[in-house]
């Protein structure tokens, strides 16, 4: 199984901040990866697909990056709105797996 | 508007069995891979099956293999997962997400609100 790791597990940061959280792959995936946003008592949320893809209505402040084993996901200026729990996902291979999250929250 | 609405969640005994449904709307579900990922309760999500558009091939992650079954109807566009042998670690939030487009890898862009398992004595 390709293992998914996310870093950092917990992030503190200001409104107007910019932030980077990323995912390792232990294998090759090509760009198959996903970013999910979760607020708490709420589904996740498809933010980012094919490593780089802004799903439609999402914040332009919103960006993916990387290939193979290592991205990125990046927000330019965090906005009230964007504290919440980020996951990666890889889907090149089954069983698809996600990264164990990255919860934002308020400085 | 494309719509997912789990159901069949409750409370089971270690050893009993559950039958989630998932019910779709909005979109021709019979073309759609159908994905089902487990929250428990204050923990990450984790993957567990996925079933292709016409039902012929299904994948399970290896936690539920064996005791899992997932199923679909494109009659009544609704999606199964059968849960025998349920243990108290599979209690958790289940919920069901259709993948983005028709080709063979893809994101999960549309999720239900999910249905809660719980399986205590």
């Known amino acids: 199984d390709i293992q998914m790791t996310q870093s950092p597990s917990a992030l503190s940061a200001s409104v107007g901040d910019r932030v980077t959280i990323t995912c390792r792959a232990s294998?090759?995936?090509?760009?198959?990866l996903a970013w999910y946003q979760q607020k708490p008592g709420q589904a996740p949320k498809l933010l980012v697909h094919e490593a780089s893809t802004l799903e439609s209505g999402v914040p332009s402040t919103f960006s993916g990056s990387g290939s193979g084993t290592e991205f990125t996901l990046t927000i330019s200026s965090l906005q009230p709105d964007d504290f919440s729990t980020y996951y990666c996902?890889?889907?090149?291979?089954?069983?698809?797996?996600f990264g164990q999250g990255t919860k934002l929250e308020i400085k | 508007e494309v719509q997912l609405v789990e159901s069949g969640g409750g409370l089971v005994q270690p050893g009993g069995s559950l039958r989630l449904s998932c019910a779709a709307s909005g979109f021709t579900f019979s073309s759609y891979v159908i994905s089902w990922v487990r929250q428990a309760p204050g923990k990450g999500l984790e993957w567990v099956s996925i079933?292709?558009?016409?039902?012929?091939?299904?994948f399970y992650a290896d936690s539920v293999k064996g005791r899992f079954t997932i199923s679909r109807d494109n009659s009544k566009n609704t999606v199964f997962l059968q849960m025998n042998s349920l243990r108290v670690e599979d209690t958790a939030l289940y919920y069901c997400a259709k993948r983005i487009d028709t080709s063979d890898f893809g994101a999960l862009d549309y999720w239900g609100q999910g249905t809660l398992a719980t399986v205590s004595s």
């Open positions: 996902q890889q889907y090149t291979n089954y069983p698809y797996t």
């Open positions: 079933i292709s558009a016409s039902g012929g091939s299904r």
């Open positions: 294998q090759s995936i090509g760009r198959r």
